[in-house]
């Protein structure tokens, strides 16, 4: 046994390391025993197979060096005159967890193992006399220990740190979806409170209508209804329903410039008026339309409301426009016009739709307009269609025909694509002018 307490670190000389060393610096062992020769041969050993050794004949100096120093593996010998290896490597375990500890004896008494086992204190026992290649696999499977806990503790570390910043993002995200939440309920508030005023500023407009002229207070309410009736079918856009209910409620506003006198007599006896009382008449549409914006400003709004007058054929007025130049809001609400101001019974006045449609009015537009308003009673099996909604498997409930009555499709005969689209190419050359009835 050495005793001298000056005799406390061993610098030997390192065996030169084998060919073909790994590029990362070799595991660093500390081995503790108070037997110079025992030492002497442990760190030849391993220094041989490649680690890097650390050697020390006391505890205490062992310790102190601990303190500055990390070590993959600590080899201590059980019996030294400062303290027991056992109890230097619960020092150790404070100061270094993650190092694997290794304790060498000669005497593997039970309790001690147990001791041992049970406070975790140590990886492995290694028995004297050691074999070589059962010692330098222990400090392997140590080292790699080692490896495994810093590892896992490195990674534990990150995790934490990312799971830090995960709360921190998602306190910051929760804060953000709160505002955004607040934003929307503000917008969906000012979007309320926007198409509410909207709604008002058309009603009014509707009983300033009402004030001028009851009559056309009353058409303006019927023009209301058959347009959401018609706006609710698949054949508009977003944006042509918005334009289509907002023209029908501005489209006459214009009127209110005219004399009561003139609207009586263009009523009673059109064609009393005269030529520029009729001039006057035909720009309402433009009146209409520089009142309207003041109202909905949208551009479609005020095209529907200033061509509501135009012709399939290009008779109407202001501009003269036919065809798909008519906004398609405006062929429909045309006929709605057509019919809300008629002064005919309601089968007359239906007819007289009929009998222009295809001329002043957009076929289509009056398949339409007598589908979603109902005013025509079917029999229970038949209903009424538009064009665009012809499907191969209809059964037609009424012949088709050409303006100039020849037949194209007979009635009873089912539908198929070619049918389908022979009838719309021909309503592309020819418009189509007569109503389509389907088997229900």
Known sequence: MITNAQFASVPLASAANPAGTATREPPTILVVDDELIVLQALQATLEREGFHVVACTSPHKALAILADRDFAVILS??????????????????????????????????????????????????????????????????????DLVTHNGELQAEAQQLNAKLRETNVALQSKIRDLERNQQRTDTVNRELAQSHENSLELCRRILTTFDPVLGGQARALVEFA??????????????????????????????????????????????????????????????????????????????????????????????????????????AVAVAFAESSLSKTAAIDAILARSGAAYDPEAVRLFLKVSNLVQLPRQVREITLQELQPGMVLANSIQSPHGLLLIGDGQPLNPATISKIKTHNRIAPITQRLMVYA
């Open 228 to 333: 959401g009736q018609m706006a609710a079918s698949s054949l508009f856009t977003e944006g042509e329903r918005h334009a289509l209910r907002s023209a029908a409620w501005l489209c006459d506003l214009g009127l209110i410039g005219v004399p009561r006198e003139m609207l009586r007599a263009f009523r009673l006896s059109p064609d009393q008026l005269t030529e520029g009382e009729r001039t006057t008449l035909h720009h309402h549409p433009l009146y209409s339309q520089t009142l309207a914006t003041l109202v909905d400003s949208r551009t479609d709004v005020s095209e529907v409301i200033r061509a509501h007058h135009e012709h399939f054929d290009g008779s109407g007025y202001p501009d003269g426009l036919s065809g798909d130049q008519i906004p398609w809001p405006a062929r429909c609400l």
């Open 77 to 146: 010998d059980q019996r030294m005159p400062e303290m027991l290896g056992l109890d230097f490597l619960v020092e150790c375990r404070r100061l270094r967890p993650h190092s694997s500890r290794i304790l060498i004896t000669a005497v593997l008494a039970l309790p001690t193992i147990v001791d041992a086992i049970n406070k975790g204190e140590i990886f492995r026992f290694v028995a004297k006399p050691w074999l070589r290649e059962d010692l330098v696999a222990t400090i392997r499977n140590a080292v790699q220990r080692h």
